[in-house]
């Protein structure tokens, strides 16, 4: 497979298959994601890798525990509130992509451009494995009670999650719309 075909063929999974993934595979996988372009070389990036039933379930809880400012969820049963916990944590792993938080606003878009251009690389490469992902920027992540509970520091953000699994299904493409039409030439 070339990599115009991987990039196209990618797809974001939510559905896995009950089997672990292995911490040396990811390792291995970001070991070459981290050669995303990052200005400066900052490689601003830090991860924390969920993989273990008890890391899976404090994930959950922390989920849960910070999802609970948000009124939309606030006013859901608390039955519906387990299930959401429930999906998290029957996902074989989750990788959790930090970023240093620059005081410099030049500096710190750079490095989340950085950060994101590591966790589509990521994603490339799992797909070549058939490791399937879906990166999640829920609304809860920025919580102080969540980024706590995950050891985030003061001076750190989270760019993002990324839940993965092996997968039985490859979703269908959705459209994309042609370049000719979003594209401004001077």
């Known amino acids: ?11 974001s999974i939510r559905s896995f298959k009950q089997e672990s993934v292995s911490r040396e595979l990811v390792m291995s996988l970001l070991n070459d994601a981290v050669w995303a372009p990052n200005h400066g070389l900052r490689e601003p990036w830090r991860f924390i890798y969920v993989e273990s039933v008890e890391g899976k379930a404090h ?29 998290l944590v029957d996902i074989p792993a989750h990788l959790v992509v930090v970023m240093k938080a620059q005081k410099n606003e ?15 690389n990521l994603q490339l490469l799992g797909w070549e494995q058939k490791l399937g992902m879906f990166w999640s920027t829920y609304e809860f992540i920025h919580f102080p009670e969540f980024k706590e509970g995950l050891g985030i520091r003061e001076d750190e953000r989270i760019v993002g999650m990324l839940h993965m699994g092996y997968f039985n299904r490859v979703p269908s493409p959705k459209p994309r719309t042609p370049v000719e039409q979003k594209l401004t030439v001077w």
């Open 1 to 11: 497979m070339n990599i115009a075909q991987t990039i196209r063929g990618r797809r």
């Open 59 to 87: 994930l959950g809880d922390l989920a849960l525990d910070a999802a609970r400012r948000m009124k939309r969820v606030r006013l859901l049963p608390t039955k519906l509130k387990e299930v959401m916990k429930r999906r």
């Open 106 to 120: 030049h500096k710190r878009e750079e490095d989340f451009a950085a950060a994101c251009c590591l966790m589509q």
